[in-house]
């Protein structure tokens, strides 16, 4: 794996890599030295050059699943990464929204509710923003219309089966129903986020293969296959490229907007992982 990431910094030096979550394995039970064990691996296998900003989101295997996450969990994370897991990153005038999605179970445990009251705040300020430029007519394509969502659990889709692209689930596996809050997210969960921030793209991980596939007819989600060989015997990324048309589109599965994301899931002990 760490051949694979210093060949694809090597090939394809991009600006951003975002990794989408289960950076580790056992972060949901490891001890504090196998946690700091595990970092330092972490630092030594992801190095990269000071031109390429490495963005790491939250996923099960780092904090637990719903029922296992607790704040000293996602603190520990987050202070790894010296960010809050939800967050926007801008880059060239196009807006990451990062999302702890492990906390969007919707039931109003404290993790949860700080989650959504920081969403619902990003919402606010990107309406405001959005609204302002409105009344003074200025150009509105670096506000809304440019909204990147980023993070591990894809939304909700039954199954598989309507997935397309070259990394989707093999014939066998893709009619297999979707468990809500354990492979994907709630159906509320997913309408909220789309409703609240009505994105151009989704950029998810968690189910190993690769899915393309068109919410509510407007909003596209690409599901990013694994990284990892223990997932699948064809580690995958994706690579998205900037162009200068601020105003194109996503045709096709061609994503043509800014920076460069990747999936990775950084698993040690194969026998652990659950997901
Ligand atoms: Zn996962």
Redesign the pocket.
């Known amino acids: 794996m760490e051949r694979a990431f210093q060949t694809a910094m090597w090939l394809l030096r991009p600006e951003m890599v975002f990794i989408l ?2 950076i580790f394995d056992e972060g949901k039970w490891s001890s504090q030295k196998h946690w700091e064990d595990d970092v330092r691996r972490f630092h030594r296998m992801f190095r990269h050059s000071t031109d390429t900003e490495l963005v790491v989101l939250v ?3 780092d904090i637990g699943f719903h029922y296992e996450m607790d704040w000293f969990k996602l603190q520990r994370f987050e202070k790894v990464f010296n960010a809050s897991s939800t967050r926007i990153v801008t880059k060239k005038g196009v807006n990451f929204l990062l999302v702890n999605s492990v906390a969007l179970h919707g039931d109003g445990c404290p993790i949860c509710q700080s989650v959504e009251k920081e969403l619902i705040k990003i919402s606010r300020e990107l309406n405001c923003s959005l609204q302002v430029r409105r009344r003074k007519k200025r150009p509105m394509l670096t506000v809304m219309f440019s909204l990147c969502i980023l993070q ?2 894809p939304l909700y889709r039954v199954s598989d089966a309507g997935c397309t692209g070259q990394d989707a689930a093999p014939p066998e596996e893709r009619n297999l129903l979707f468990r809500e809050r354990y492979d994907v997210l709630s159906k509320e969960a997913s309408q909220r986020l789309l409703q609240w921030f009505r994105p151009r793209l989704i950029l998810s ?2 189910t190993h293969s690769g899915c393309e596939v068109l919410h509510d007819n407007k909003y596209p989600e690409v599901s990013v296959p694994s990284f990892s060989w223990r997932n699948r015997n064809n580690p995958s990324l994706i690579l998205v490229r900037e162009t200068t048309d601020t105003t194109s589109q996503i045709h096709g599965g061609e994503v043509t907007d800014a920076a460069v994301a990747l999936q990775m899931k950084y698993q040690q002990n194969l026998a652990s992982a659950v ?1």
Request: proline letters at 0%.
């Open positions: 979550g289960d996923g099960n295997h591990h659990y991980g968690h997901c």
